[in-house]
């Protein structure tokens, strides 16, 4: 794992580190400097997170649990936030579900669960942020989208429009906010080696990867190294953008 | 009273009005108080009383004198 000072003393907020490609990130900037709030639904789901970690930075990640639905428990974590730091350098919006249905099958259960979580969330998150960072003239938001967002999938219409919707509020937002100082950039993730995969088999497996340009299934590392770019200052310059990291997978 | 006095300083710095204007003073009477100037507005008021407001609190707050009763719910007495 990449390891520097990018992002030392940066205050950042990471939904969904119980797991996968958030467990990755905050891993990963707690390594490079960050102080992470992290975040994650169920108590006690970010021990493993915490356990993997050396012990003179495990005081670096403050554990905070509560649904990302719940408006008032956002709001209670950002004024938690302002009052242990007064700043919010970072928000990353990773927490997310991914349901599959084919048209005819799509219920309106189905899609209201879905934006929910991927995107209703993600405005609260968001909006409350954004009160934090304009106060003190700058900010990175990173939310977590998905290639299925920017090219459409079989199977997947419902998902892909909650992670297209993340693509439009992501450009809309970095327009809104560059003068403040604040960036919001998304990032597209293809195929990712997480729990997500573990039920595919190994047939199914090899045809995914032979659309895979590189050959490989993406690491979560190959996502968080992108998201510690966004959030250190090499970026401060970069706004509005959607990066797929995707090892050039044809879909 | 020094609460009355700090909600109409961020009112006269955010719309450059004088304390005349207050009475009947509404979203969009004023040109500064558009949609940008009433995002300061409601920035200045979370700085100034160490509050953070809901939004749809935020979106309420349509006069200088629902303001105040907004504020109640935050412990502000004006």
């Known amino acids: 794992m990449l390891t520097s000072n990018l992002l030392a003393e940066k205050v950042v907020l990471i939904t969904g580190c119980n797991r996968g490609i958030g467990k990755e990130i905050a891993k990963t ?12 639904r169920k108590d006690g789901s970010l021990e493993e997170l915490t356990g993997e970690l050396p012990d003179s930075l495990k005081t670096n990640i403050i554990p905070v649990y509560f649904d990302v639905n719940d408006v008032d428990l956002v709001k209670q974590v950002i004024v938690r936030i302002n009052k242990d730091h007064k700043r919010l350098d970072c928000l990353v919006n990773n927490a997310g579900i991914m349901k599959d249905a084919l048209i005819g099958m799509v219920t309106r259960k189905l899609m209201l669960e879905l934006f929910e979580t991927n995107v209703f969330a993600v405005m609260d998150l968001m909006q409350y942020a954004v009160k934090l960072m304009s106060k003190q003239g700058a900010g990175s938001i990173i939310n977590i989208s998905s290639i299925v967002g920017t090219r459409g999938n079989a199977g997947q219409i419902a998902y892909s429009a909650t992670k297209g919707a993340i693509v439009s509020m992501t450009k809309t937002a970095s327009k809104e906010l560059a003068k403040m100082n604040i960036r919001v950039n998304a990032i597209a993730p293809g195929v990712i080696q997480t729990d997500l995969l573990a039920d595919i088999d190994k047939h199914k497996m090899d045809q995914i990867i032979c659309k895979i340009g590189m050959g490989r299934i993406g690491k979560t590392s190959d996502v968080a190294n992108l998201a510690l770019f966004l959030a250190s200052d090499l970026s401060e310059y970069i706004t509005g953008q959607i990066i ?6 044809l879909m | 009273m020094a609460n009355l006095k700090k909600y109409n300083e961020v009112f006269k710095s955010c719309f450059q009005i004088d304390e005349t204007q207050f009475e009947g003073l509404t979203y969009q009477s004023v040109e500064s108080w558009d949609s940008v100037g009433h995002m300061g507005l409601i920035a200045a008021l979370e700085d100034a009383f160490d509050i953070m407001m809901d939004t749809d609190d935020i979106i309420d707050f349509s006069s200088y004198k629902k303001g105040i009763e907004i504020l109640k719910k935050y412990d502000v007495n004006i």
């Not at chain 1, 797929?244 to 997978?249: A, C, F, N, R, T």
């Open chain 1, 29 to 40: 900037f707690v390594m490079n400097g960050a102080i992470v709030y992290a975040n994650a």
């Open chain 1, 244 to 249: 797929s990291v995707e090892g050039s997978i």
